[in-house]
């Protein structure tokens, strides 16, 4: 009987491993999420200007694909473990249930944003008022909560697969949405800015920008570094944490790494900034303040019933991989308890903790914090995994001692904490600029540490594990390059006609949204945007989803047909 559990103890077999459509959706799913909604807005309560934002996500998002591409996908691939079951590897169970427990309850939290994010969409449709306090302030609200965190938690149970395929119908549309809602709004924000009748160039724009979107607080005390540090630590604990160890192991390539670009670019580029247009376009038509509107209330505004589409949307593409990242956490304590249990236990505690608006509200500072505390970790995995084979030092070698804790780690990971608060409550350092001089600390104290009680020597045991993970590698090499000759040489995937004619209704449904749009910003029509942007988008909806069923049949039906004995991992 097939069971939801995915290699969480064990290195992916190769024939699992995916390609790089499903990862390139992925990234691109989960990054255009509901919280760029409220990133997005607020960077415009920070008091920054527009070229801060501008200029500065441009090098931020950079340096963040960079990690990506050039350390969590490379040490993903090369291991094809999760990183709660290499950090076990390396640090032993002791030091693995404690990082866990704290990595799990972060992972609650941030899914619990997600999915306040969702229903602050829903609770537009039954006119609850919105949640902007640290406490739900409406029973209606609770119960559209509940309501939405039980879909998240059935997806996230269906596992990494599913996940992908969620996101690969939804991304297209929902990066379409964030631009669509920006054009549909900016001509709100031309009404509203003195001295600009028409956006004729870039320099209109960046005078709008300047005076009525990002306008620039002298005593704001941030500003472009400030803007771009945050831009590369906002997903710290997916990339230089190596969270994302547990969905690239799956990759067929350390190049997938990569399509994080299409993350950070289209999601934490494009869509934060069209989230900050959207954002002072509605605080300006409910005359009210952007710090006073929920993403919800925000995306109503601009695109009507499809607004509450995309943010619900959103909300689930980002808080399902979240909740499945949670409940890998946790199912690391105890191999018994299986991931799909302990995920449904998990997504009912973030779902309670979802019920609290607070953790939207605080959003910016939290995923702040939450990367510098599993920074060190990050830099203990690297350094063990790259450094040490290059000074002399023998990885694993706390295992090789059969130690049950390696204590130079976790002294590693806690003193760097307490190095890093210091830094931060002392005021000698913004959070957002802890992550360089945090990382090469625990790098030399790892290094002295581990060196001091054990690392320096050789074990019999190393030499015998090189040898199986060697194998191991050359058995995965052997399965992919029977695989993409098979694939060479096999025939295009044929679609079914009534399958075909779905896929390129969906795509023609894409292009009248994007008309719509562009119409309501030529014409300063936002009524027609509001009313008509649904109908492609149901159109989309059901004609993608039947093409992508179709198009996953037919490419099964043509895999069953082509003799490839798969090569399991020894």
Same mark, same amino acid.
């Given at each position: ?25 992925? &990234? ?51 291991? =094809? ?173 350390? =190049? &997938? ?67 499945? =990242? +949670? ?131 050789? &074990? ?11 194998? =191991?590698?050359?058995?995965? +090499?052997? &399965? ?91």
């Amino acid at each position: 009987m097939a069971t939801a559990e995915e290699f969480e103890t064990q290195a992916v077999s190769p024939n699992k491993l995916q390609g790089a459509k499903t990862f390139a959706a992925s &990234y691109a799913g989960e990054h255009v999420a509901g919280t760029e909604f409220v990133i997005g807005a607020l960077f415009v309560s920070w008091g920054v200007s527009a070229n801060d934002v501008l200029l500065g996500l441009i090098l931020g998002n950079l340096f963040a694909v960079l990690t990506w591409g050039l350390i969590t996908a490379p040490i993903a691939t090369d291991t =094809r473990l999760t990183l709660y079951a290499y950090l076990e590897k390396i640090a032993g169970p002791g030091t693995i249930k404690v990082y866990s427990v704290i990595n799990g309850i972060l992972f609650c939290v941030l899914a619990g944003a997600m999915i306040t994010v969702s229903a602050s969409a829903v609770q537009v449709l039954f006119n609850i008022p919105p949640q902007t306090n640290w406490y739900p302030t409406n029973l209606g609200f609770v119960g559209v909560v509940l309501g939405v965190g039980a879909i998240v938690v059935y997806m996230a149970v269906k596992g990494f697969k599913k996940l992908a395929a969620f996101a690969e119908i939804c991304a297209p549309w929902m990066i379409l949405m964030f631009f669509v809602g920006a054009l549909v709004l900016l001509p709100t924000i031309v009404d509203g800015t003195a001295g600009v009748a028409s956006l004729s160039s870039f320099d209109d724009f960046l005078n709008i920008a300047n005076n009525t979107i990002w306008v620039q607080q002298p005593d704001a005390g941030v500003g472009f570094w400030h803007v771009a540090a945050f831009a590369w630590i906002a997903n710290l604990a997916m990339h230089g944490s190596l969270g994302d160890m547990t969905l690239l192991r799956f990759a067929k390539s350390s =190049r &997938y790494g990569y399509f994080s670009a299409l993350g950070m670019f289209i999601g934490h580029y494009m869509a934060w900034v069209c989230a900050g247009i959207m954002g002072a376009g509605a605080a300006i038509l409910m005359g009210t303040t952007i710090t006073q509107l929920d993403p919800g209330s925000v995306a109503f505004q601009a695109l009507g019933s499809s607004g509450i589409l995309a943010v619900i949307i959103a909300g689930w593409t980002t808080s399902n991989p979240t909740i499945y =990242r +949670a409940g890998l956490a946790f199912s690391s304590l105890n191999s018994k308890w299986g991931r799909t249990k302990v995920t449904v236990v998990v997504g009912v505690v973030t779902t309670i903790v979802a019920c609290f608006p607070f953790v939207f509200s605080q959003l910016l500072g939290f995923v702040g914090i939450m990367g510098i505390m599993l920074a060190p970790v990050g830099a203990i995995i690297v350094t063990e995994h790259w450094i040490f084979p290059k000074i002399g030092f023998t990885r694993y070698w706390s295992k090789y001692k059969n130690n049950t804790t390696n204590f130079a780690a976790l002294a590693t990971w806690l003193v760097s904490l307490a190095v890093a608060y210091w830094l931060e409550s002392s005021g000698t350092l913004h959070l957002f600029f802890i992550l360089i001089p945090i990382w090469l600390f625990a790098t030399a104290l790892y290094i002295g540490l581990a060196g001091a009680m054990g690392a320096k020597a050789s &074990y019999k045991e190393s030499k015998i594990a090189e040898v199986a993970e060697l194998k =191991r590698k050359k058995a995965e +090499a052997e &399965y992919l390059a029977n695989e993409s000759q098979a694939s060479a040489s096999a025939s295009p995937v044929q679609l079914p006609v009534l399958a075909s004619l779905a896929k390129y209704v969906s795509y023609a449904s894409l292009i009248a949204c994007l008309a719509i749009g562009l119409a309501a910003y030529i014409n300063n029509d936002m009524e027609s945007a509001r009313s008509w942007l649904i109908v492609p988008t149901i159109i989309y909806f059901i004609t993608a989803t039947y093409a992508y069923i179709a198009t996953q049949s037919s490419a099964e039906d043509e895999s069953d047909s082509v003799d490839t004995k798969p090569i399991q991992a020894s």
